[in-house]
């Protein structure tokens, strides 16, 4: 008896072995709020399976708050900017407007797009499709939809798609062994745009402050916080029940709608900003940085100078004035940077003044208005109350210049 083995002591006490025997496994109920009925699409048949597709059509012409989805204005200036000469020569059904919802917000090999939101330019007007995973295993499927979506589509624009979105799906096809549709797209970040053109006037860049404050646009109720979304998915896949859902598709339609409004807002700001469109003094001298920086210094001395006959904070202001006095002698009109000189030296503005002497020095060879401008500055950099920083790294420089003049005037 006490060499039995294990099975047979099991058996005896009426433990049954292996699986023969067992019930079959109930199958999972049907969810009684499947996406189908939640959300209703179409299937796609893929190489990779089927993936779940919600498509919808916006006429052309269709006006989404101040302005239209279509693409009406060059592209040359952001083409620019962005450092894609593809950009300029795309015509603008060429483009692909993207955005995903994800299962986590930080990225990484364990969060995967759930929906992938696309939208393009078609006979019909614009087309929106979004490609919803009912469950992980539809993953390929996916993948593959989109994929065959791009074809044909040579620009891709994004909110923080270069440092999220793009990655994100990149990553997504390695781990699936598929190649990705993204890499050879000529990109378009417009949150590094933004941050560009409104980083002084408006509190926040997120896509939804623009949508109030640029394209004056309002979400309905039906809108979630994206914060929410990943939750609002597992949920999905735990429960089978799909309604919550049906805010998650609207926030990411109301995504892609604005990326393709955003981007005919500021072709236009961008092509032609003489034209008067901008009121703002905070916008003129943001998009003014933006064309000096791009090397027109015409177009940008246009813009501050515009800017500055609205009603600037003192800091931007002064701020501007040095930048647009710096520009003026740059482009050879020197007697405009003058001018802004004797202006923020009026406001004793250290800087001006050394400016000035070196004009009167060099330029005109009046080294009496020279040394006065330079005895100025050195009185107001020993002043009680000035940073004494600022005045060890002043003073120095001002007292040879001031000697100098004097040794000159002294010759004269």
């Not at 109030?212 to 979630?224: K, P």
């Not at 926030?251 to 700001?269: C, E, P, Q, R």
């Amino acid at each position: 008896m006490a060499n039995r083995s294990l099975s047979e002591k099991l058996k005896s006490l009426g433990v049954r072995i292996g699986a023969r025997d067992l019930p079959p496994p109930r199958p999972r109920p049907r969810p009684r709020y499947p996406i189908e009925e939640v959300v209703p699409g179409q299937l796609r048949d893929t190489s990779h399976g089927q993936a779940y597709v919600v498509e919808t059509w916006y006429p052309a012409g269709y006006q989404y708050g101040a302005t239209t989805l279509q693409v009406t204005a060059p592209l040359e200036v952001l083409a620019g900017w962005a450092r894609d000469t593809r950009l300029a020569d795309l015509d603008p059904g060429r483009f692909a407007f993207l955005d995903t919802e994800t299962s986590g917000l930080s990225g990484g090999t364990g969060t995967y797009a759930f929906m992938v939101g696309v939208g393009c330019y078609g006979d019909q007007g614009f087309r929106l499709a979004q490609f919803f995973m009912r469950d992980p295993v539809e993953e390929p499927a996916l993948l593959q939809a989109l994929s065959d979506f791009l074809q044909g589509l040579e620009g891709l624009v994004t909110f923080n798609g270069k440092a999220f979105d793009v990655p994100l799906l990149n990553t997504r096809y390695t781990l699936n062994g598929m190649p990705s549709p993204l890499a050879r797209m000529a990109h378009v970040d417009l949150l590094a745009l933004a941050r560009r053109l409104w980083r002084r006037r408006l509190a926040s860049r997120a896509l939804g402050h623009l949508e109030t404050h640029i394209l004056e646009i309002t979400r309905t109720q039906e809108d979630v916080p994206g914060w929410y979304i990943p939750q609002m998915y597992f949920e999905y896949l735990r429960t089978g029940d799909a309604r919550p859902l049906k805010g998650t598709f609207y926030h990411n339609a109301m995504d892609i709608l604005s990326l393709a409004a955003l981007l005919n807002h500021v072709a236009h700001l961008l092509d032609d900003p003489p034209s008067g469109r901008i009121e703002h003094g905070l916008d003129l001298v943001d998009l003014g940085n933006l064309f000096e920086d791009l090397g027109d210094w015409d177009t940008a001395s246009h813009l501050y100078n515009r800017g500055l006959n609205r009603n600037l904070p003192v800091e931007v202001r002064d701020q501007t004035i040095q930048r647009l006095a710096v520009l003026q002698r740059r482009r050879g009109n020197l007697l405009a940077a003058v001018d802004l000189w004797h202006q923020a030296a009026g406001e004793n503005h250290v800087y001006a003044h050394v400016e000035l002497a070196k004009y009167y020095e060099h330029r005109t060879h009046e080294y009496g208005r020279a040394a006065g401008w330079t005895q100025t500055a050195v009185e107001l950099v020993k002043a009680p109350g000035f940073p004494r920083y600022d005045r060890r790294r002043w003073l120095p420089e001002l007292e040879h210049r001031l000697n100098r003049l004097r040794r000159k005037l002294g010759r004269t």
